[in-house]
Structure formats: C-alpha cells, structure tokens
C-alpha cells in the first residue's frame, strides 16, 4: 500500500512504539488519528507529526471499552473520510508482583488490553476496510507471543493471543482484500520498559537509570520501519515478524492455515 493519501488509526500511538509509527507513517503522507487514553500524550504526537510537515489529530481512547473503540473509528470517518490501517498497538505489562501472585484485576487488564481490544478494534475494522475495498490490520504482539516470557506470563499469553489471531486472519486477504499482520519486537526503549524508574529516588534512582542505559534495547523507530514494511507489502498477509536488536527481521514462519477446505472456517 502506498501511504501517500492514505489514513492510519494508531491506538497507543502517545507514546513509545505507538508515537514512532506515527510519525513514520505521517512521514509517508498518511494522515494519523492519534489514539490514546493518555490525552496529553496524544496531542504531544499531534505537535511533533506536525512539526514534521505531516497531519494528525487526536482522540482519548480506552481501547478496553467497545463503544470508545467505534467512537475512534467513527472519529477517523469524520475528521479524514475513513481509514486505510488500523494499527492495535495499544499495550501494557502486568506489573508487580508477577503471575500468580498478581491481584485479578492486573492480569484481567492486561488481557483486556492486549488481546480482548485487539480482538474487538479487529472485529470493528473489518467491515469498515471491506467497504472501503480493503486496507491493512496491524497489530504489535511481543516476542512474548512465541516465547516462554516468564517475568510476565499473562503478558505472553495475551501476545500470543495476537499472534494467533494474525496467523488465523490470513485468508481476509483473498476474501476481502485486508491484510492482517503483527510485529514482535524483543525489548524496547519505552516507557513501558523504563518508566517503573520514574517511581524510584535517590540511589534506587540512580541504580536502576544505569540499569536501564546499559541494557541492550531497540530504538522505537525500529519497530516503526518494520510496521511500516508490512504495510506497504502488498503481499504481506498473516505474517508475524519477529524484530530483535541489530534490526534483524525475521518472518516467523510461512503462514499456515488449518486445512479446512468448507464452511465457515475456511476464508480462503
Ligand atoms: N517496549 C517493549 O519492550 C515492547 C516489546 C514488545 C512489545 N511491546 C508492545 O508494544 C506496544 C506499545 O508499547 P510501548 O513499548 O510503546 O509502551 P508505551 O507505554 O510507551 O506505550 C503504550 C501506550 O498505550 C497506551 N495505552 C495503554 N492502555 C491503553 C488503553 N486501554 N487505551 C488506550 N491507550 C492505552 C498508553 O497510554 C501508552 O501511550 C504494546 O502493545 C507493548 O506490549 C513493547
């Protein structure tokens, strides 16, 4: 797909991977709208897309809520006449003390967040695409999504909830034109990562800034150029790309459907 003209829906997109896609993305000629339930973090995306020479505008967004999901879309149709790329980006970690020690409520809002809205913003595009005669659905799952991550095991159940959503939405590619793909970044500089420092004071504070500036990270805009490939590939359907440092990216494996050949299941 070329971006020139196009319109991207990036949730998250306030901060971290979410914010660098947006300006990649912008810088393509895509207009942005700029979701996030962190308001000030969105409009600071909008500023900096347009500083760039780009366009973006922004909506506060709880990607947990159905309804806040349609509002977003309906906010695309009506600020840019509809969208071309819905990028699910949105995401959180459950935080200490980890699984199963964690309270319900941390790890139900982790799967709320990373897999049930990605799930729903999905549902809720694809109808909107089909009318539109196609457009790309992305997603940023984890490298958690294919791995053992222990330090956060709801996290990567939910991350590979992503991946096998992706995996099983190949053949909307033939039947209605709309390309669903995730990306898998290893460790990120984001606040995601960092900012359980900003908690911290004094020698704790210190410790763990030299912690965090020695650990070997991606940079976000990364992350952006790989999501930015996969849209652009016009071939690009059910792939889950791996993205680790050095930016070596790596297709995870063909994308293999069940071997369903009538009914429902099978959308090729
Ligand atoms: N940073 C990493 O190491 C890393 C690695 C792999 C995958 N990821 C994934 O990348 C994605 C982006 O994370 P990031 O690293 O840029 O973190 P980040 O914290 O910088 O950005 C996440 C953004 O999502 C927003 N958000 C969270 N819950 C929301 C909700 N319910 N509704 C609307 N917005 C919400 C936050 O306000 C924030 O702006 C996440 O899905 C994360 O799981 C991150």
């Given at each position: 797909m070329d971006l020139n003209g196009k319109v991207a829906v990036i949730s998250g997109a306030g901060s971290g991977i979410g914010r660098a896609a947006a300006l990649r993305?912008?810088?393509?000629?895509?207009?942005?709208?700029?979701?996030?339930?962190n308001e000030d973090g969105a409009r600071e995306t909008v500023s900096l897309v347009e500083a760039a020479g780009?366009?973006?505008?922004?909506?506060?967004?709880?990607?947990?809520?159905?309804?806040e999901i349609t509002a977003m879309l309906d906010f695309a149709d009506a600020t840019y006449g509809g969208f071309d790329v819905l990028y699910n980006n949105a995401?959180?970690?459950?935080?200490?003390?980890?699984?199963?020690?964690?309270?319900?409520?941390?790890?139900?809002r982790t799967v709320e967040i990373d897999l049930l809205a990605v799930i729903e913003g999905t549902r809720q595009a694809i109808p909107r695409l089909q009318a539109r005669g196609g457009g790309v659905i992305i997603a940023t799952a984890s490298l958690a999504g294919l791995?053992?991550?222990?330090?956060?095991p709801v996290y990567a159940a939910a991350k590979h909830g992503?991946?096998?959503?992706?995996?099983?939405?190949?053949?909307?590619?033939?039947?209605m034109n709309i390309r669903v793909n995730c990306?898998?970044?290893?460790?990120?500089?984001?606040p995601l990562v960092t900012a359980f420092a900003d908690r911290l004071t004094g020698a704790e504070r210190e410790a763990a800034d030299k912690r965090l500036s020695a650990m070997p990270m991606l940079p976000p805009e990364e992350i952006a150029e790989a999501v930015y490939d996969l849209i652009r590939d016009d071939s690009a359907a059910g792939v889950v790309m791996g993205v680790s440092l050095g930016d070596t990216r790596r297709v995870v494996d063909p994308p293999i459907t069940l071997p369903v050949t009538s009914g429902s299941l099978d959308r090729r």
């Amino acid at each position: 797909m070329d971006l020139n003209g196009k319109v991207a829906v990036i949730s998250g997109a306030g901060s971290g991977i979410g914010r660098a896609a947006a300006l990649r993305l912008a810088r393509e000629g895509a207009s942005i709208v700029v979701a996030d339930w962190n308001e000030d973090g969105a409009r600071e995306t909008v500023s900096l897309v347009e500083a760039a020479g780009g366009k973006a505008a922004a909506i506060k967004v709880d990607v947990t809520k159905s309804a806040e999901i349609t509002a977003m879309l309906d906010f695309a149709d009506a600020t840019y006449g509809g969208f071309d790329v819905l990028y699910n980006n949105a995401g959180v970690g459950t935080g200490q003390p980890p699984f199963p020690e964690s309270p319900e409520a941390n790890w139900r809002r982790t799967v709320e967040i990373d897999l049930l809205a990605v799930i729903e913003g999905t549902r809720q595009a694809i109808p909107r695409l089909q009318a539109r005669g196609g457009g790309v659905i992305i997603a940023t799952a984890s490298l958690a999504g294919l791995f053992g991550f222990q330090a956060d095991p709801v996290y990567a159940a939910a991350k590979h909830g992503v991946v096998g959503l992706t995996r099983a939405l190949i053949g909307l590619h033939a039947s209605m034109n709309i390309r669903v793909n995730c990306v898998c970044p290893a460790v990120v500089r984001t606040p995601l990562v960092t900012a359980f420092a900003d908690r911290l004071t004094g020698a704790e504070r210190e410790a763990a800034d030299k912690r965090l500036s020695a650990m070997p990270m991606l940079p976000p805009e990364e992350i952006a150029e790989a999501v930015y490939d996969l849209i652009r590939d016009d071939s690009a359907a059910g792939v889950v790309m791996g993205v680790s440092l050095g930016d070596t990216r790596r297709v995870v494996d063909p994308p293999i459907t069940l071997p369903v050949t009538s009914g429902s299941l099978d959308r090729r």
